[in-house]
């Protein structure tokens, strides 16, 4: 199985705040990554899909980037809204596998 | 509008089975190849099984091989997961999603249904 292994596990950001959170893939996905976003309750987001394609209706301060192993999610400016915790997942081969989570928060 | 909403779910003894459904709309349910994904309580998020649009090739993770069935009626735009010899590590929200093609990314995921598992 493919481990995703997420940095960092947590953050504290304020609005306004550029956040990045990095992926690491057990061997290479190629661009076969996701990113989602869940709230607690909520069902999980897509956010990024292929690695770097912004999913339609997700605002453009969101941007993912990488291929093979490393990967990385970026939130220009964080906004009120995108306190939440954030998953990577590889689609490339089954079992498709997820992150363990990184949680944003207020500080 | 894509909806997707599941149902089933609910409190069962070990050893015990579930039927879980998920009713679609808003698109062409045929079209779609569709997950399975869990999650339990303050974890993290686990993909369980996939089926294609026309249930020709299937998969399961691991930890449900053998116990869980996953199946669609595109007549009835509806999606399935059977859980046999349900474990107490079953317990979770279950969610249905719909799967992009060509990048195999999931787009809409449903609210979920909680399985318990529980003596």
């Known amino acids: 199985d493919i481990q995703m292994t997420q940095s960092p596990s947590s953050l504290s950001a304020s609005v306004g705040d550029r956040v990045t959170i990095t992926c690491r893939a057990s061997?290479?996905?190629?661009?076969?990554l996701n990113w989602f976003h869940q709230k607690p309750g909520k069902a999980p987001k897509l956010l990024i899909y292929?690695?770097?394609s912004l999913q339609s209706g997700v605002p453009s301060r969101f941007t993912g980037s990488g291929s093979g192993t490393d990967f990385t999610l970026t939130i220009s400016s964080l906004q009120p809204e995108d306190f939440a915790t954030y998953y990577c997942?590889?689609?490339?081969?089954?079992?498709?596998?997820f992150g363990q989570g990184t949680k944003v928060e207020i500080k | 509008e894509v909806q997707l909403v599941e149902s089933g779910g609910g409190l069962v003894q070990p050893g015990g089975s579930l039927r879980l459904s998920c009713a679609a709309s808003?698109?062409?349910?045929?079209?779609?190849?569709m997950n399975w994904v869990r999650q339990a309580p303050g974890k993290g998020l686990e993909w369980v099984s996939y089926?294609?649009?026309?249930?020709?090739?299937?998969y399961y993770a691991d930890s449900v091989k053998g116990r869980f069935t996953i199946s669609r009626d595109n007549a009835k735009n509806s999606l399935y997961l059977q859980m046999n010899s349900l474990r107490v590590e079953d317990t979770a929200v279950y969610h249905c999603?719909?799967?992009?093609?060509?990048?195999?990314?999931?787009?809409?995921w449903g609210q979920g249904t909680l399985v318990t598992v529980s003596s």
């Open positions: 999603a719909r799967v992009v093609p060509a990048v195999t990314a999931t787009d809409y």
């Open positions: 089926i294609s649009s026309s249930s020709s090739i299937i």
């Open positions: 997942q590889q689609s490339y081969s089954t079992p498709w596998t």
């Open positions: 808003g698109f062409t349910f045929s079209s779609y190849s």
């Open positions: 292929a690695a770097s």
């Open positions: 061997q290479s996905v190629t661009s076969y």
